[in-house]
């Protein structure tokens, strides 16, 4: 079976590169990644990724929870400063999280996505260290 382009990341445990995951009980209830730039003249820079609670748990704060830990965890990296991420702009929940952690849009991508018609932007957020 072929694996997923983060499985060998977090086989070989990379501090730079890692998922952060919610559970009750075994029940994976989420999931937020985080990948750190690889080229040295941008390694203070990191990418919020796949960042998913199951339906029977949203709305309960988990997501948050998750967003706030892989943040901590990402900016315990030396010389990181900055964090992105890209959200669909028809998904206003994460949008609303992502606001709420602190993440400012710094651009947006017109017709990101077709939809069976329907275009979708993409919303492009940063989230600066603070001293």
Do not use: W
């Not at 994976?28 to 990644?33: E, F, S, V």
């Not at 929940?93 to 952690?101: E, L």
């Not at 710094?106 to 018609?117: E, I, M, T, Y």
Request: proline content about 2%; overall charge positive.
């Amino acid at each position: 079976m072929k694996k997923l382009s983060f499985e060998k990341n977090i086989e070989e445990l990379n501090p730079e590169n890692f998922i952060v995951g919610a559970f009750f009980e075994s029940q994976l209830m989420g999931i937020c990644g985080f990948y750190r730039m690889a080229d040295s003249r941008c390694k203070h820079r990191g990418e919020l990724i796949q960042m998913f609670v199951q339906p029977d748990f949203q709305g309960k704060g988990i997501g948050f929870d998750l967003l706030k830990t892989t943040i901590k965890e990402a900016f315990k990296l030396s010389g990181l400063t900055q964090i992105e991420l890209g959200v669909m702009t028809n998904v206003r929940s994460a949008i609303k999280i992502y606001n709420k952690a602190g993440f400012k849009e710094f651009g947006l991508q017109k017709n990101f996505l077709n939809v069976d018609g329907v275009s979708i932007d993409l919303s492009m957020m940063v989230l600066h260290k603070t001293p």
